[in-house]
């Protein structure tokens, strides 16, 4: 089982669980006997064009957040590796703004939530519904990101299902563009846990401790991890990993459980084809 996971957020994204102070993060991931972890909270926006004021950190918290990282990871040095970065999305012009928060972290996740449509206006993802054209310049960002050498990971690379009843010709047109960018670039990509998590153990919002057997039934009708994408995944020569994509107290504690939920939506035999990282 894989013991480290670079998909963790804090409070400053306004999203989270907004009383649980970093240092909580890590002793639920010791806990969980995790070896290594990072800190990839939503990036802030030197010029900002995400206006929602529930999505991401400020720019001007941004030193506090590192600092904050850093001095955990001195405290917990015998216990767990850490590390701090971001979850970011590429934008058009937005490339040296990306490099610079690259450049002085250890990890860029891109986490590709929107783009822009065809009047310079953001698009986000669970909003609104993506026409093919849209989806394709979401595969093109993503592609784009890693030829620039953003992103160490990509974050639920699978999210443009939402809102998609059917995967088809347009949808698979999209993973193909993804993965042979993965390929080339040699950057893994992600199976994204928190859709499984908000929709069994967090249910309406509320975490539960039903048994994981009920909690399975729950995966009828889920947008992402995508058993068509990761099919797709599986004909490349691509690293894969976990993500957990932390926000919720106790969320990590139940990783053994979301990834056997994660596995039981893809399959078996499209899990045993994937090339998972060994940290």
């Not at 480290?4 to 890590?26: G, P, Q």
């Not at 993973?175 to 040699?186: D, F, G, L, P, V």
């Not at 004909?235 to 990993?241: A, F, G, R």
């Amino acid at each position: 089982m894989q013991k480290f996971n670079y998909h963790s957020h804090t409070y400053r994204c306004k999203h989270a669980e907004l009383d649980m102070k970093d240092e909580e993060y890590i002793q639920e991931y010791i806990k969980m006997k995790f070896e290594k972890i990072a800190f990839t909270d939503h990036c802030p926006e030197k010029n900002e064009i995400d206006k929602r004021t529930n999505m991401r950190m400020k720019y001007t918290e941004k030193n506090e957040y590192l600092n904050s990282i850093k001095k955990l990871k001195e405290k917990y040095a015998d216990k767990i590796e850490i590390e701090v970065g971001y979850e970011a999305e590429y934008l058009p012009g937005e490339e040296a703004n990306l490099m610079e928060l690259k450049n002085e972290t250890d990890k860029i996740i891109l986490g590709q939530h929107f783009i822009y449509d065809n009047n310079n206006k953001l698009k986000i993802f669970g909003k609104e519904d993506f026409t093919d054209e849209e989806l394709i310049r979401y595969a093109e960002y993503i592609e784009k990101a890693m030829e620039l050498n953003i992103p160490n990971i990509i974050a639920h690379p699978d999210i443009y299902m939402l809102r998609r009843k059917d995967f088809g010709e347009i949808e698979s047109k999209v993973a193909n563009i993804i993965c042979k960018a993965a390929e080339k670039y040699n950057i893994p990509l992600e199976i994204n846990l928190n859709n499984v998590f908000s929709k069994t153990y967090y249910e309406n919002r509320i975490l539960n401790n039903a048994p994981i057997e009920e909690q399975k039934e729950k995966l009828i009708n889920i947008a992402y991890p995508c058993k068509g994408f990761w099919e797709i995944v599986t004909k490349y020569n691509i690293k894969v990993l976990y993500g957990i994509d932390a926000h919720r107290r106790g969320q990590i504690l139940l990783w053994n459980e979301l990834v056997e939920l994660a596995n039981e939506i893809l399959g078996k035999e499209t899990i045993e084809k994937l090339n998972f990282i060994e940290k």
